[in-house]
């Protein structure tokens, strides 16, 4: 009974030495602190992206200001009930920071991420106020250039975004590690001996800019870590300077427009690589996503047959896309969007010049994603192709 006394007199003890300090520091005029002077001064992330628990700090060490200018800070270590905090404060005159003072939503105390789901961003409220913003229910950028090989008249120059890095011998470039799933190192020679002249760009890895959130751009490497390997694939199978959804929140998925039509039989063009190329086609546009607003393509690494045709330019064109093209045109039209870029309403949907799986654009005007998913039924020159729209709207 008796030890318990003695410490509940120390406890009482030990408040009022804080109640008496608290009292003599209150008339001590405290330290104003803005938001953009905050992220000045300790080169705060704005515009990174981050998750719930992640430090707006970024790595750098806890902030501490002094006791006697910032008094109010200890209240906030009270009421968390932080003892290891109050006990560094008490013996060392350095109070943590308490960012709630200079942050709206989105960031506790101690300059944590809190309060939302999935990959969210730290940049400013409308009262100038850090907030750790948590994603649209869509959230979409752009593909861009990260690692690029350039030729030059004795090899290549490696450039990561937009700086060089080394500058490789002709006889070097077999050793370069880079690849995936659409290239590698031959792929890359193949190129550099015989596609290329100098100046030209062979790219390696793309990021992402142009976020319709607005927050920063991010490197290849981070697409999988933000926001999964699914996107990070994504993003090499298609050209650059695509639109890539990046995450998408609480939707639904319908049926939208639905078309079909068949190969059909051009025994002049050659049958067999007329299907062979409507296959190719089916492959360049199958599960490819268009977000709000925005005009988006096929494949990039899709190849096509090339068919004798007098009539076009250079003798011969990639006969058998336009039976799929019309699957795709149709159901895009009736789904309320414009003209592919590309083709025309005749049933040589196509025009020449164009290639089907990456000149070609369809243009979503709806405000929320779409998904244009095609497959094919059968073989041969009655194979039926087939084109629809999916759409996903907020739930």
């Known amino acids: ?9 120390k406890i009482v003890l030990a408040l009022f030495v804080i ?16 938001a953009h002077d905050m992220a000045e001064a300790y080169d705060l992330p704005i515009g990174q992206s981050m998750f719930a628990g992640d430090s707006i700090l970024d790595g750098k060490d806890m902030v501490q ?14 009421l968390t009930l932080d003892l290891k905090g109050i006990l560094l404060t008490l013996t060392t005159g350095v109070v943590p920071f308490d960012f709630t003072t200079i942050s709206g939503e989105g960031i506790d105390g101690y300059g944590n991420a809190v309060g939302f789901e999935g990959p969210g961003f730290l ?27 350039t030729r030059t008249e004795n090899g290549v120059d490696l450039y990561e975004n937009g700086t060089l890095v080394r500058s490789i011998p002709a006889n070097e470039i077999r050793n370069l590690n880079y690849s995936n799933g659409f290239y590698n190192v031959t792929t890359i020679q193949n190129w550099y001996n015989h596609d290329s002249h100098v100046g030209s760009n ?8 142009g976020f319709s959130d607005g927050r920063s751009s991010i490197n290849n490497s981070d697409i999988a870590r933000i926001f999964g390997q699914n996107v990070s694939d994504y993003v090499d199978a298609y050209p650059v300077g695509s639109p890539i959804l990046l995450y998408m929140g609480n939707t639904t998925q319908q049926d939208g427009e639905l078309y079909y039509t068949t190969l059909g039989s ?25 977000p709000p607003n925005c005009s988006g393509s096929g494949q990039d690494y899709v190849s096509f047959g090339s068919a004798a045709d007098a009539e076009a330019p250079g003798g011969s064109a990639a006969h058998g896309v336009c039976p799929p093209a019309r699957a795709l045109r149709g159901a895009v039209l009736a789904e309320g969007f414009g003209m592919p870029t590309g083709m025309t309403g005749d049933e040589n949907a196509v025009l020449f010049g164009y290639n089907p799986a990456y000149d070609i654009k369809v243009t979503n005007n709806h405000t929320y994603p779409v998904k244009i998913v095609m497959w094919t039924k059968g073989e041969g020159t ?5 084109a629809q729209v ?3 709207v907020p739930s």
């Open 1 to 9: 009974m008796s030890e318990w006394r003695n410490t509940s007199i």
């Open 19 to 34: 109640c008496i300090m608290l009292f003599a520091f209150s008339f001590v005029m405290p330290t104003k602190f803005s």
């Open 65 to 78: 200001v002094p006791l006697l200018s910032n008094v109010p800070f200890i209240a906030h270590l009270i």
């Open 123 to 149: 940049t400013y409220d409308n009262n100038s106020r850090l907030t750790v913003k948590g994603p649209n229910t869509y959230v979409w950028g752009y593909s861009v250039p990260y690692s690029v090989l």
């Open 202 to 209: 062979f790219t390696l890895t793309k990021g992402i800019s």
């Open 266 to 290: 051009h025994p002049e063009y050659g049958n067999a690589v007329r299907e062979f190329n409507a296959r190719q086609f089916v492959e360049a546009w199958n599960n490819t996503i268009i």
């Open 382 to 386: 009655g194979m039926v192709i087939y």
């Open 390 to 392: 999916l759409r996903y």
